[in-house]
C-alpha cells in the first residue's frame, strides 16, 4: 500500500516537473506586451555592440584569424548600420506623430464651442427633444423669435 502511494506521488511530481518543459517550445515569436520596435530595436543594437566588443578581445586574444575577424567584423557593422537606420526612421515617425499630435490639440483649444440650439417653443415653452423647426406641441415655427 507505501509502495503503491510513493509511486504514484512520484508520478505526479515527475508530471508537474515535465509538463512546463514541454509546453515552453510552443510559443514562438511572441513578445511581451511592452515591447515597443524603438525598444527592440535599441535592444538589438545593444546586443551587436556587445558582440562587436567581443570580437575585438577574442581577436587581440589571438583566438580568431585575421580572415575570420574581418569577415565577422564587416556582418556585425553591416548588421548594426541597419539597425540604426531602422532605428532613425521609427524615432522620425514618432516625432511625426507627436507633432501631429500637438497639431491637433492646438487646433481643439483654439476652436470656439458653438452654441447649443435651443428648441424651447417661444410661445407655449415646450422643450421639444429633437432638433425640429416646428413646436411639437402648438406647431409655432422654432426658428424665429417674435
Excluded: H, W
Excluded at 86 to 115: L, Y
Aim: net charge negative.
Amino acid at each position: 500500500m507505501l509502495t503503491a502511494l510513493a509511486f504514484v506521488l512520484a508520478l505526479g511530481l515527475a508530471f508537474f516537473v515535465v509538463k512546463p518543459l514541454l509546453a515552453a517550445g510552443t510559443d514562438e515569436g511572441t513578445l511581451p506586451v511592452d515591447v515597443t520596435l524603438e525598444t527592440d530595436l535599441k535592444r538589438r543594437r545593444l546586443v551587436v555592440y556587445d558582440n562587436i566588443q567581443d570580437l575585438e578581445f577574442e581577436y587581440n586574444a589571438r583566438k580568431i584569424a585575421a580572415p575570420d575577424y574581418q569577415a565577422l567584423r564587416e556582418t556585425y557593422t553591416s548588421e548594426a548600420a541597419q539597425l540604426m537606420t531602422e532605428s532613425r526612421e521609427v524615432e522620425r515617425q514618432s516625432t511625426e506623430e507627436v507633432f501631429i499630435e500637438r497639431e491637433v490639440a492646438a487646433r481643439r483649444v483654439g476652436r470656439k464651442p458653438q452654441a447649443v440650439p435651443d428648441y424651447t417653443c417661444p410661445k407655449c415653452g415646450f422643450e421639444n427633444p429633437v432638433p425640429v423647426k416646428f413646436c411639437g406641441e402648438c406647431g409655432a415655427k422654432l426658428g424665429a423669435r417674435d
